[in-house]
């Protein structure tokens, strides 16, 4: 079930956990079933607590997940890497997306061809280019989620 699970409290009162992230920030509520008369009913609730709270949420793209910089980058241009293999001793630039699928794309720029500087430079345009080729679609895959978010985007549109 989309952003909920049952779990049990250590003193052994059961209740439902909605917890879900957007944009870097988590968000999540608790919902023990003592307090609303059962399983099923504290359930509902948590259903209905998740919606409205993502109905308001802005729904992360395909492109904004691709732009997000990454704690690991160290050239401070998401999708551009520097790597060094046995064929490109003095190493190569690569820029790399992913798109729908899990399937990747990638354009390297040798150091040795096109020196350290101008590698990157292509690395960064080659990245531009990938990323004006993607979807601008909604970067969900839950049913419960794009459900959710066609909804939110149907009211955003009619306002």
């Known amino acids: 079930m989309y952003a909920i ?37 504290a359930l509902k609730a948590a259903k209905a607590w998740r919606d409205e709270q993502l109905s308001k949420e802005k729904v992360v793209t395909l492109v904004d997940f691709c732009q997000m910089k990454r704690t690991n980058n160290r050239s ?14 003095m190493g190569f630039w690569q820029a790399k997306i992913t798109v729908a699928g899990g399937k990747s794309r990638n354009r390297s720029f040798s150091v040795r061809a096109y020196g350290r500087r101008r590698a990157y430079k292509m690395a960064v345009a080659a990245r531009e280019e990938m990323l004006a080729r993607v979807a601008d679609r909604p970067y969900l895959y839950d049913s419960t989620a794009l459900r959710l978010a066609r909804e939110a985007n149907g009211k955003r549109s009619a306002v």
């Open 5 to 41: 699970q049952h779990e049990q409290h250590e003193m052994g009162t059961w209740y439902w956990r909605v917890s879900y992230s957007r944009h870097g920030k988590r968000s999540g509520r608790c919902f023990y079933e003592p307090k609303y008369g059962g399983s099923a009913k």
């Open 76 to 89: 401070g241009v998401p999708g551009v890497h520097f790597r060094v293999s046995e064929r490109q001793p």
